[in-house]
């Protein structure tokens, strides 16, 4: 762990009004950065280190990771243009500079959250049976089920390392890699939950929230939080970004899971209505089974039906999910985590970065 004093905290730059939506990436006022060039910032700060990580993995686990991170092909001929949005690193990073640190400071802990992340989507990957991210063949469709969990474990391993490698100030480093390691045993939680609600007739509006929170939105405040420690932040300044990324996860989620429905498979990379073929109980179709509509019991009729799906049936649940509601319901509770995130950021920092990556969460479309 590196040693490191108290910075000053960065002056607010703009005045926050309550209850304010959040400005589209084209109302950036002049000397704030884009989302996008945010996130495209995050993500070059940090690949020299997930790349330094990556390559002490033995052959082949270090050709499968560059792979699912979008470095090579399958055969290890080197690529550009397919990756994620590094919404994660970049929360770390806006935090960190929100309490006066810099990218140096925290970009071990942007690489340590990227790479748990990655951790849970192979393994999600694998549990899902999911075939394509970002428009390829999944990691266990290459290797196999088996090659593609191992994988997932060596990221997470990868994770502690790399956050333990210089990655926060050396006082707070103890805290750090246990806020690291609980938000991992959270985050498997949140993923058994999601499993477990597949073949649960009963789980509710307030069941699905409790998993989001495990599954999705601790990730994203344990980044806020990493970000606030490694600006050697007080705990009270790092509980409010831990609240407040924790908020905008779970609007991450139930965006997600809009999409998923409604999203369009030429942008997001992934099948069409792969939740509805399923039958999962995401957030917008717990939301029509549990209406009491018409639409809502003949979607439930639907997922009685032991036959897969067909394409004109998936078609037909996505209206109805609609039509029973989910759709809006889905977006009006997607919009109060957000508000409520945007309300709870520490008063008198630099927090114009990370109202400009709540854009992301809310307006994405993969």
Not at 91 to 111: K, R
Not at 115 to 126: A, C, Q, T
Not at 237 to 246: K, L, P, Q
Not at 269 to 284: E, Q, T
Request: some cysteine; proline content about 5%.
């Amino acid at each position: 762990m590196r040693s490191s004093s108290k910075p000053t905290p960065r002056p607010h730059a703009a005045t926050r009004e309550p209850g304010r939506r959040i400005r589209a990436a084209t109302d950036a006022v002049p000397g704030e950065r884009s989302a996008g060039a945010l996130l495209a910032d995050a993500r070059t700060a940090i690949s020299p280190v997930l790349r330094a990580a990556v390559a002490t993995l033995g052959h082949p686990l270090d050709r499968m990771a560059g792979y699912h991170f979008g470095w090579c092909d399958v055969d290890g001929t080197l690529c550009h243009g397919v990756h994620g949005k590094g919404l994660r690193p970049a929360l770390a990073l806006a935090t960190a500079s929100a309490c006066g640190a810099s990218a140096a400071d925290a970009v071990h802990a942007a690489a340590a959250v990227e790479l748990l992340h990655n951790f849970s989507l192979i393994h999600d990957d694998v549990m899902d049976a999911d075939p394509m991210r970002h428009g390829r063949p999944t990691v266990w469709r290459v290797w196999g089920t088996t090659n593609a969990t191992l994988l997932g474990d060596a990221l997470q391993a990868l994770a502690f390392a790399v956050l333990s490698d210089g990655g926060v100030p050396e006082e707070a480093g103890g805290a750090a890699v246990i806020r690291l390691a609980r938000t991992t045993a959270i985050l498997c939680h949140g993923q058994f939950q999601d499993i477990d609600f597949e073949t649960r007739p009963d789980v509710s509006v307030e069941d699905y929230l409790s998993m989001a929170a495990g599954k999705t939105a601790i990730l994203l405040g344990c980044s806020c939080a990493l970000g606030a420690l490694c600006a050697g932040a007080d705990s009270r300044t790092v509980a409010g970004f831990n609240t407040f990324g924790r908020n905008l996860g779970l609007a991450f989620q139930l965006v997600d899971d809009a999409i998923d429905i409604w999203g369009d498979p030429s942008v997001t990379g992934k099948p069409g209505h792969s939740d509805l073929r399923a039958r999962k109980r995401s957030f917008p179709i717990v939301c029509a089974l549990t209406s009491g509509t018409a639409a809502g019991d003949e979607l439930a009729r639907m997922y009685r039906d032991p036959r897969p799906m067909s394409d004109a049936d998936a078609e037909r649940a996505a209206a109805l999910v609609a039509e029973a509601g989910g759709r809006e319901r889905t977006q009006r509770r997607a919009d109060q985590a957000v508000e409520a995130a945007l309300a709870g950021l520490p008063p008198g920092l630099g927090c114009d970065d990370l109202i400009t990556l709540s854009h992301v969460v809310v307006q994405r479309n993969r």
